[in-house]
């Protein structure tokens, strides 16, 4: 089943690096990715990520799409190299194991976020969006669903509080 996306695709043309070290998982996550208007790059590795980042062909890097959990490279080290390169790059992380995401760090960093597998394709599709413009779509300013404008206005904050819950086994 293909893609689809409820909202035309984006208008300005950005550069995302996909690494996943599961083949079907790369496949699938460059098959949706492909929908919007990204110029798509992928590898199986972090290690090739790192090499591509090398090569005097390489474009460069808006968003990094990255596995969490790879052999010898993982998707955090990875992060760190695309960024200390490509400062004003963002990254998601697609992971099975969220709460190994803040092992050894407090909270995600500016332009990080993540999406937990299993997800949909307008899952990804709506997170590669958020992460990299702050909104879904064209013009588009997003809901406020919190109770008050100022509760939860940092989404750190937020996020520390998914992962307490998760940890309670609330969420």
């Known amino acids: 089943m293909a893609a689809t996306l409820a909202r035309p695709p984006l208008a300005v043309r950005k550069r995302v690096l996909v690494v996943d070290d599961e083949q079907p998982v790369l496949k699938l996550l460059v098959r949706i990715l492909s929908v919007d208007n990204y110029e798509i790059q992928s590898t199986d590795s972090?290690?090739?990520a790192?090499?591509?980042l090398d090569m005097p062909s390489f474009r460069g890097v808006d968003l990094l799409v990255t596995d969490l959990m790879m052999p010898k490279m993982?998707?955090?080290?990875l992060a760190s190299l695309v960024r200390q390169r490509y400062p004003s790059a963002r990254v998601l992380y697609v992971t099975g194991f969220a709460d190994t995401l803040f092992k050894g760090v407090q909270e995600l960093g500016d332009?990080?976020?993540f999406i937990e597998k299993p997800f949909g394709a307008a899952g990804l599709l709506e997170a590669t969006r958020l992460v990299m413009f702050g909104h879904i779509a064209d013009g588009e300013t997003p809901a406020d669903k919190r109770d008050t404008a100022g509760e939860f206005a940092d989404d750190r904050l937020r996020t520390k509080v998914v992962r307490l819950l998760k940890r309670l086994r609330f969420a």
Do not use: I, N, T
């Not at 993982?74 to 080290?77: H, I, L, S, T």
């Open 74 to 77: 993982d998707g955090r080290q």
């Open 111 to 113: 332009g990080e976020s």
């Open 46 to 48: 972090g290690v090739e």
């Open 50 to 52: 790192a090499r591509l």
